[in-house]
């Protein structure tokens, strides 16, 4: 039972274009999602995350959008770059338990 | 330290031996996290501790796998009698009590021949 779903397991794009990365989820009691980034032979580091109170949260040169009524977020990054090539996981947290729930990840290239 | 270390950073074992997981989360981080990831596959949950509360061990695959948490802080992932499926990265993450989002180590790549 996959409640956090990232449909799309690569994505390539030009460098200086946008990057979207989707994740859906089944569970309505998430409250709270985050992205992560994961370099090969390295743990996931920390990008940015959202509240459901919220629909969007901007950082620099990446966004995060929440669209609860389907159940949908999705990570744009703008301007892309070469060193953004990694593979991103979204995860989410329900109120009533810490347990962060992981998909399953998209490997995003930018070509140069 | 400044991040959450884990160790070691590679274990290879035969099948069938003990296997001992080292976390040493980042100082002051009440909440801690295993996690594995299979070849292709994506963050599986393990076991979460929470301060002095009991642990959430409902994603421990088998009885096989067990762990603790000793005086709050470093944590030890056992494997017993491992087989080959338990070959994966294992992931260790800690977070402050109340923040949610959680600092990951660098992993220990578990290889089972």
């Known amino acids: 039972d996959q409640q956090v779903k990232q449909n799309s397991p690569s994505l390539s794009v030009q460098e200086g274009r946008i990057s979207i990365l989707n994740c859906d989820y089944t569970?309505?009691?998430?409250?709270?999602f985050l992205w992560y980034k994961k370099y090969p032979a390295e743990g996931p580091t920390f990008l940015i995350s959202?509240?459901?109170?919220?629909d969007k949260n901007e950082d620099g040169r990446f966004t995060v959008f929440l669209n609860k009524s389907a159940k949908h977020l999705s990570l744009h990054i703008v301007p892309s770059q070469p060193g953004d090539s990694a593979v991103y996981f979204c995860?989410?947290?329900?109120?009533?338990?810490?347990?962060?729930?992981f998909g399953s990840g998209t490997r995003l290239l930018v070509r140069p | 330290g400044a991040g959450v270390s884990q160790s070691p950073s590679n274990k290879v074992t035969e099948k069938g031996k003990d296997v001992e997981l080292r976390c040493d989360p980042i100082s002051g981080h009440t909440a801690l996290y295993w996690y594995r990831q299979s070849l292709g596959q994506g963050l599986e949950f393990l076991i979460y501790f929470q301060g002095n509360s009991a642990p959430d061990k409902s994603g421990l695959p088998s009885d096989r796998f067990s762990a603790e948490r000793t005086g709050g802080s470093v944590s030890t992932l056992t494997i017993q009698r491992t087989q080959q499926e338990d070959s994966a990265v294992y992931l260790c993450?800690?977070?402050?009590?109340?923040?949610?989002?959680?600092?990951f180590g660098q992993g220990t790549r578990l290889t089972v021949v």
């Open positions: 569970n309505s009691m998430f409250d709270y």
């Open positions: 959202i509240s459901s109170i919220k």
């Open positions: 995860a989410a947290r329900a109120d009533s338990s810490y347990k962060l729930i």
């Open positions: 993450a800690s977070s402050a009590r109340g923040n949610t989002e959680a600092f």
